[in-house]
C-alpha cells in the first residue's frame, strides 16, 4: 500500500468545500509531492509543468467622436488605450508620449472603390510662365513710359546742353 500524504483540510464558514486553489497551483503541488514520495532508486521523469500565459487584454472602450477620446484620461503607465468609434470608421489610440504629453493617433477605414479617382495635375511650363511674366512687366513699363508727356524728355536733353540761351 503507497503512502500518500495527508492535507487536513480546515473547516470554512464560508466554503462548505474547502479552500479552492487554482489548477496550476494545485497540480504544481500534487507533482512535488509524487516527486519526494518515490525511492531514490527509482527513475524519475520529470514532465514540464506548463505555465498559462494570459493574453493581454486591449484597454477601450467604444465613442462617440474624437471630442471624446480629448476628454478621457490617458493611461499614466503608457499602454496604448483603444477607442472604435461607434460606427467603425475610425479607431483612435490614445497614449503618454514620453515628454508627459498625450497624444491620439488616428486610424481611418478606406475603401478604394469609395474614393474618388483624382483629377491629373496639369504639367506646369516654368519657363513659359516666366516669359509671360517678363512680358507681361515689359508691357507694363511701356504703358507707364507712354503716360508720361513727350515734353519731360526734351527738357531734359536741354538742361544738358547748358539750358535755353536767348
Do not use: H, W
Request: net charge negative; proline share 8%; glycine share 6%.
Amino acid at each position: 500500500m503507497a503512502g500518500y500524504p495527508y492535507y487536513p483540510q480546515q473547516p470554512m464558514m464560508s466554503n462548505p468545500y474547502g479552500q479552492i486553489q487554482p489548477y496550476q497551483d494545485r497540480l504544481a503541488q500534487l507533482q512535488n509531492n509524487y516527486q519526494q514520495a518515490m525511492p531514490y532508486g527509482q527513475m524519475q521523469m520529470q514532465q514540464p509543468v506548463q505555465q498559462m500565459q494570459q493574453m493581454p487584454m486591449l484597454q477601450g472602450q467604444m465613442v462617440d467622436g474624437i471630442d471624446t477620446v480629448k476628454a478621457k484620461d490617458v493611461d499614466m503607465s503608457g499602454n496604448p488605450v483603444y477607442y472604435p468609434k461607434t460606427d467603425g470608421t475610425e479607431i483612435y489610440k490614445k497614449q503618454l508620449q514620453a515628454d508627459g504629453r498625450s497624444r491620439i493617433f488616428v486610424y481611418r477605414l478606406i475603401n478604394p472603390e469609395e474614393q474618388q479617382p483624382k483629377q491629373e495635375e496639369k504639367q506646369i511650363d516654368i519657363e513659359a510662365m516666366f516669359n509671360q511674366l517678363r512680358n507681361d512687366v515689359c508691357s507694363e513699363i511701356s504703358e507707364i513710359k507712354n503716360m508720361f508727356p513727350t515734353q519731360m524728355s526734351e527738357t531734359s536733353v536741354s538742361k544738358q546742353n547748358g539750358g535755353k540761351q536767348r
